[in-house]
């Protein structure tokens, strides 16, 4: 894990210097940087950095689920930075236009690991994936709609092949903080 912050870093600080250095000087020194809310503690450490090395320019976050970044950038026509949760997200702005040179090997800066987080002792005693369809247990997931990861929990229960169905009828959906959600004890698994 990290090698992977590590690497998240490593490609966002790449990105907010070469910003800087292709131009920012001749605009208002504020930076926009619309950024799935997952990745928000790498980059607000990134943030930090970046502020050290050039405290004349503001970055100023958006953090939010990815699928409501294209709806967002589409009405306001501002941002200067983009990092969805998923690249089928990544994939709208370049059709749209918003990302003009995108290469997949070279712009894939961090990726998603599922795991299964419990309280403390695990008191449903969560051993597999197939323990989410058992009836009673409240699940947390995140809303495929609003958020990357939701998109990776669907993908997630097909590939392991059992209903997603029956993992609906106890899911809580959260969008985009679904971490935050676990650690306010919003369900129980």
């Given at each position: 894990?990290?090698?992977?912050?590590?690497?998240?870093?490593?490609?966002?600080?790449?990105?907010?210097?070469?910003?800087?250095?292709?131009?920012?000087?001749?605009?208002?020194?504020?930076?926009?940087?619309?950024?799935?809310?997952?990745?928000?503690?790498?980059?607000?450490?990134?943030?930090?950095?970046?502020?050290?090395?050039?405290?004349?320019?503001?970055?100023?976050?958006?953090?939010?689920?990815?699928?409501?970044?294209?709806?967002?950038?589409?009405?306001?026509?501002?941002?200067?930075?983009?990092?969805?949760?998923?690249?089928?997200?990544?994939l709208q702005?370049?059709?749209?236009?918003?990302?003009?040179?995108?290469?997949?090997?070279?712009?894939?800066?961090?990726?998603?690991?599922?795991?299964i987080?419990?309280?403390?002792?695990?008191?449903?005693?969560?051993?597999?994936?197939?323990?989410?369809a058992?009836?009673?247990?409240?699940?947390?997931?995140?809303?495929?709609?609003?958020?990357?990861?939701?998109?990776?929990?669907?993908?997630?229960?097909?590939?392991?092949?059992?209903?997603i169905?029956?993992?609906?009828?106890?899911?809580?959906?959260?969008?985009?903080?679904?971490?935050?959600?676990?650690?306010?004890?919003?369900?129980?698994?």
């Open positions: 894990m990290r090698n992977e912050t590590a690497a998240l870093i490593s490609w966002a600080a790449t990105a907010l210097a070469a910003l800087f250095a292709v131009g920012c000087e001749d605009r208002a020194k504020n930076l926009l940087f619309h950024a799935g809310v997952g990745q928000r503690s790498s980059l607000n450490e990134i943030k930090e950095l970046f502020r050290e090395r050039h405290p004349d320019v503001q970055v100023d976050f958006a953090y939010k689920g990815s699928g409501y970044f294209i709806a967002d950038i589409t009405r306001s026509q501002e941002g200067d930075l983009y990092m969805p949760g998923e690249v089928f997200y990544l702005a370049v059709e749209r236009g918003f990302i003009t040179d995108y290469d997949p090997d070279r712009d894939i800066a961090a990726y998603f690991v599922t795991c987080i419990t309280p403390r002792g695990n008191p449903a005693r969560v051993q597999t994936i197939e323990d989410f058992r009836p009673g247990l409240r699940v947390g997931l995140g809303n495929p709609k609003a958020c990357a990861i939701g998109i990776w929990h669907e993908k997630t229960f097909k590939k392991a092949g059992f209903s169905e029956a993992v609906r009828k106890s899911q809580f959906y959260c969008n985009g903080k679904l971490v935050d959600e676990i650690l306010m004890g919003k369900f129980r698994i």
